[in-house]
């Protein structure tokens, strides 16, 4: 990717990105401080120690959500470490809101009273979810935020995980989160090994495939990570090269989410070209010499 590429995108986020990924853009690419995105998280934040008020683009309501809090977590992780009363209030809204499994749904039945993407505002079923609640659970595992909700929804993903027959592409992403990061290594990669066929059939290896797909590099999206053996080097590097293609010519990248409101796909898409960026860089490809995100400790 060549600096005029870069520098498209650098526009793209400055004339179509929400404030909090203008900050995260600068972090990752422009050795700007984390405290601004920090700043822009705590405005999402609830006093129920969960995150809403748009934080997901398909979510517009001020409410906290799980599926909200998941992304809050992953853009914390982003940034170093998570502070201990942030940590526990995320552990203690998601307790409050768990199943009797230990697990807790994408969304709440508040969902249907509120702004939202129409496959939210339609949930009938608020039972446990294996991707949000892995994704999370990886999460809190990597970064050592320790709450005894934590350790239930533990069991509740090892259980889970070992009935598994089938899954699909965000459910496997959340569980490979799961599996990087859980203390039990032995355990994590003999189920690793396990699921690897289940994984790779529902992953889309075949560079720039029309609809609602996942690639390798969704999944492996740095090439430390524990489903990269998954995939081929060819595999990897054709699609490398489909991302390095399929960007716009305005500097930006389609989001493929299913759209349903053009607020919510223009944050997507910015979204989507920060995560663009990041991959590309992780795996070699971002051509600039680009400063290093200076992570908090």
Known sequence: MTWGSYRAADHFIMRSARLIDRHRFAFHF????????????AAHRN????????????????G???VATEMAL????????????????????????????????AV???????EAAPWY???????????????????????????PWRDRATAYCWKTIDGLHWTDPHEAIGIC???????????AVATMNHLATKIRAVIEVRPRATGHVHTPLDLACHPAHIARPLFTDAEITRNLEAFEAEQR?????????????????????????????????AYGRLVPDLPRPRRSL
């Open 177 to 187: 989160t799961f599996l990087q990061y859980v203390p039990d290594r032995p355990r």
């Open 74 to 105: 992953r853009y914390l992780d982003e940034l170093g470490a998570i502070s201990e009363d942030v940590g526990q209030g995320i552990c203690l809204f998601l307790a409050g809101n768990a199943n009797d499994d230990g697990g807790v749904p």
């Open 30 to 41: 422009q050795s700007a401080s984390a405290q601004p995105v920090y700043a822009a998280l």
């Open 121 to 147: 505002r339609q949930t009938r079923d608020f039972s446990s979810r294996l991707d949000v609640t892995a994704m999370i659970i990886g999460l809190l595992h990597k970064n050592n935020v320790a709450h």
């Open 47 to 62: 006093l129920d120690g969960g995150y809403g008020n748009g934080l997901d683009p398909d979510l517009r309501g001020h």
């Open 108 to 114: 709440l039945p508040t969902v249907r009273h509120t």
């Open 249 to 281: 010519p305005d500097g930006g990248w389609d989001a493929c989410w299913d759209h349903w409101d053009a607020t919510a796909t223009r944050e997507r898409q910015g979204m989507r070209t920060i995560q663009r960026l990041r991959i590309l860089r």
């Open 64 to 66: 906290s959500q799980p």
